[in-house]
T-cell receptor, first 114, second 115 residues
Framework: NAGVTQTPKFQVLKTGQSMTLQCAQD?????MSWYRQDPGMGLRLIHY???????DQGEVPNGYNVSRSTTEDFPLRLLSAAPSQTSVYFC?????????????FGPGTRLLVL | AQTVTQSQPEMSVQEAETVTLSCTYD???????LFWYKQPPSRQMILVIR??????QNATENRFSVNFQKAAKSFSLKISDSQLGDTAMYFC????????????FGKGTLLTVNP
């Protein structure tokens, strides 16, 4: 049981480049989400999914796309990276049932956009 | 929209002593959850403790306990017998029940435990 995994750990992009941040969980969690963390701020929700085939926007969705084709994976796509997207990105998942409101976080991906 | 405020950007405590971190929140909801997350230098987000708003009893987890004052919209975290490994950023977070599990975070408090 690896929990929530994220790849890569660190990435440098040039403005305008695209990339996909990977997130996977092996706990059969229905709910998955993406947050970004900027200096001096708490985490802010980008996108979330309540199950395969279902996604929705969070607080700061602009510039990001998501899809959820399987329960295990929830990739985050940056179509045209901008310096404002320099941040640390966290993926999280929640189990079904009584503990559904308790989210487990991945180790984060640090992204630098030049 | 809900807001979460942590008024102490930084705090320090001596090893083995007790420290309390403050958190206030603003909401018109009656059913919600509150959380404290710990983020050590590794940047991993670790759940410390959670509280359901409908429960009057304050949650405790070993050396960690909360003082939940629903009317005052206050949710402080007390760490007893502080250890060097408690050095971390601590985030207070709010989740409205039935909100598709969306967390709203405060800006965090950096806690340093000194030997």
């Amino acid at each position: 049981n690896a929990g929530v995994t994220q790849t890569p750990k660190f990435q440098v992009l040039k403005t305008g480049q695209s990339m996909t941040l990977q997130c996977a969980q092996d706990m059969n969690h229905e709910y998955m989400s993406w947050y970004r963390q900027d200096p001096g701020m708490g985490l802010r929700l980008i996108h979330y999914s309540v199950g395969a085939g279902i996604t929705d926007q969070g607080e700061v969705p602009n510039g990001y796309n998501v899809s959820r084709s399987t329960t295990e994976d929830f990739p985050l796509r940056l179509l045209s990276a901008a310096p404002s997207q320099t941040s640390v990105y966290f993926c999280a998942s929640s189990p079904p049932g009584l503990a559904v409101e308790t989210q487990y976080f991945g180790p984060g991906t640090r992204l630098l956009v030049l | 929209a809900q807001t979460v405020t942590q008024s102490q950007p930084e705090m320090s405590v001596q090893e083995a002593e007790t420290v309390t971190l403050s958190c206030t929140y603003d909401t018109s909801e009656s059913n919600y959850y509150l959380f404290w997350y710990k983020q050590p230098p590794s940047r991993q987000m670790i759940l410390v403790i959670r509280q359901e708003a409908y429960k009057q009893q304050n949650a405790t987890e070993n050396r960690f306990s909360v003082n939940f004052q629903k009317a005052a919209k206050s949710f402080s975290l007390k760490i007893s017998d502080s250890q060097l490994g408690d050095t971390a950023m601590y985030f207070c977070a709010f989740m409205k029940r039935g909100s598709n599990y969306k967390l709203t975070f405060g800006k965090g408090t950096l806690l340093t435990v000194n030997p």
